[in-house]
């Protein structure tokens, strides 16, 4: 890898999300190598996808070189990788552009979709995880309509015109308030001749609220503002299968649907080597310690999505979400510097719960904060805010800044381009028994 060996202990964070960043950060200016690798050479804003998929925002807008981000540092190192695999006898790493040597490790991979081992459901369904996905998401949406203008057969425009999504945690949600807003301000001025009002969105959710993890007033108003803007809502439904045109759910409703977006849940994204039972507790994340160190190892930690520490206050791990990577990225740069000198001053993890928030749509929005719950264009502003805050890169907040002036002015999302043709391949699987959904 081109790594020079130095007299400094070697961290290998694998890894360039929220919490590796900020692992790194804290690791980059002591005497260590710090050695981050990535498959992508870019950090993703996650939480903006969403706007990428929906034409709002460009994909450079929430993506930064993690090489720019860490360029200042002397003793930093990034290679783009793909890690496959722990030797951890060895201390060694196993990627596609050879082994690689640790003295400490981090686990920072973060998670992937979780389809609960439904692969048909997984063969035809669209997911948002990624920057590409969210390309390809934004493609077949586009592409739907320009196919839905040509078609003679109603059954087949219905069906390209009928967006399901699946899960009303706030992905679900964002994303069904910005195709609602697309089918109100800009399907009936690009397609005139397209009768767009047969649009329907529609969000599926299993259990009775949604946004599961918020206050009862968040869940009622982002129901209400989901209603406001023409969303058909469906609760206690478990969608069952898939195969590339009917939905199908655990009660009598069905969709013909040429695209269903899952975004029903997440589970840790394991490497091979840390991935043994003993290891691997709720949702395939990794089992740590307070001090974010993998259980049975003592050179080897996990922070963010993919480590679940189990305490009282969250007996099945912290939420999935970036304020816990930073958090426990942060808090470990901290440890680990205090770890190389004696292990005994190593100080447990505590969770600062900062608050939740998402966003319907323009002027709607639902934040729940430690102390107080507030819903409308005040939360929505400070949504605005908070993203702008938490985006990396000075050059990013201000191109994200000016496409949300723009967009509010003129209610529009101009970046509705296909660039990059999304092909869906007509997979059929075969049917799997049904698999329970959470
Ligand atoms: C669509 C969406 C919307 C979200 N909205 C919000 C929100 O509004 N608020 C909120 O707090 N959270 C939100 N989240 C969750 C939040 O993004 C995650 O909790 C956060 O990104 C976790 O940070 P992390 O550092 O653990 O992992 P990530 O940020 O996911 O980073 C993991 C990194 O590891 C790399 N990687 C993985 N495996 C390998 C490997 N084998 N080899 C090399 N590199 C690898 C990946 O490329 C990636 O860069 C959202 C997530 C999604 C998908």
Redesign the pocket.
Same mark, same amino acid.
């Given at each position: 890898m081109n790594i020079p060996q130095t007299s400094y202990p070697r961290v290998v964070i694998?890894?360039?999300?929220?919490?590796?960043? &900020?692992l790194a950060k804290k690791l980059a200016k002591q005497e260590m190598q710090v050695v981050l690798?990535?498959?992508?050479n870019?950090? +993703?804003?996650?939480?903006?996808?969403?706007q990428v998929s929906t034409g709002g925002l460009e994909p450079d807008s929430i993506a930064y070189p993690?090489r720019k981000i860490l360029s200042k540092y002397p003793n930093f190192y990034f290679r783009l990788?793909?890690?496959?695999g722990v030797d951890s006898e060895k201390n060694t790493l196993d990627?596609d552009i050879g082994p690689l040597k640790y003295d400490y490790l981090v686990l &920072?991979?973060?998670?992937?979709t979780n389809f609960f081992g439904n692969k048909e459901i997984e063969a035809n369904s669209m997911i948002?995880? +990624?920057v590409p996905e969210?390309l390809n998401l934004r493609s077949l949406i586009l592409e739907n309509f320009e196919e839905a203008l040509l078609t003679d057969s109603m059954d087949r425009q219905d069906a390209l015109m009928n967006f399901v999504i699946v899960g009303a945690g706030?992905?679900g949600v964002?994303?069904a308030g910005a195709l609602a807003e697309i089918k109100r301000g800009i399907l009936p001025k690009d397609y005139p001749d397209l009768d767009t009002r047969r649009a329907q969105i529609n969000i599926v959710q299993s259990g009775d609220k949604l946004l599961k993890g918020m206050s009862e007033k968040a869940s009622e108003k982002a129901e209400d503002y989901l209603e406001e803007l023409g969303v058909n809502v469906w609760k206690n439904t478990r969608v069952t299968s898939y195969d590339g045109d009917l939905v199908t759910t655990n009660t009598d409703l069905t969709f013909h649907t040429a695209t269903l977006i899952w975004?029903a849940g997440?589970k840790g994204?394991t490497?091979k080597g840390i991935d043994g039972k003993d290891s691997i507790t709720f949702s395939n994340r990794i089992k740590v310690n307070d001090y974010n160190q993998v259980e049975g190892f003592k050179n080897i930690f996990a922070?963010?999505?993919?480590?679940c520490m189990v305490s009282d206050d969250f007996p099945a791990g912290h939420?999935?979400?970036?304020?816990?990577?930073?958090q426990?990225?942060t808090h470990l740069g901290v440890n680990l510097v205090a770890f190389l000198e004696d292990e005994k001053v190593m100080k447990p993890f505590v969770y600062k719960d900062k608050g939740?928030?998402?966003t319907v749509g323009r002027n709607k929005a639902v934040v729940d904060m430690p102390k107080f719950k507030f819903q409308g264009v005040f939360a929505w502003f400070v949504w605005m805010f908070v993203?702008l805050f938490f985006l990396i890169g000075f050059r990013n907040r201000v191109v994200v800044f000016i496409n949300w002036v723009y967009n509010y002015i003129r209610f529009d999302r101009e970046a509705r381009l296909i660039i990059r043709p999304y092909k869906k391949e007509k997979t059929k699987v075969v049917k799997m028994n049904a698999v329970k959904t959470e």
């Open positions: 694998i890894g360039g999300g929220f919490g590796g960043i &900020a690798l990535d498959k992508h870019y950090h +993703t804003f996650q939480p903006l996808l969403y993690i990788a793909m890690v496959k990627t &920072a991979t973060g998670s992937t948002m995880k +990624t969210a706030p992905t964002e994303l975004a997440v994204e490497i922070i963010g999505d993919i480590a939420p999935m979400v970036a304020q816990v990577a930073i426990q990225g939740t928030m998402a993203h």
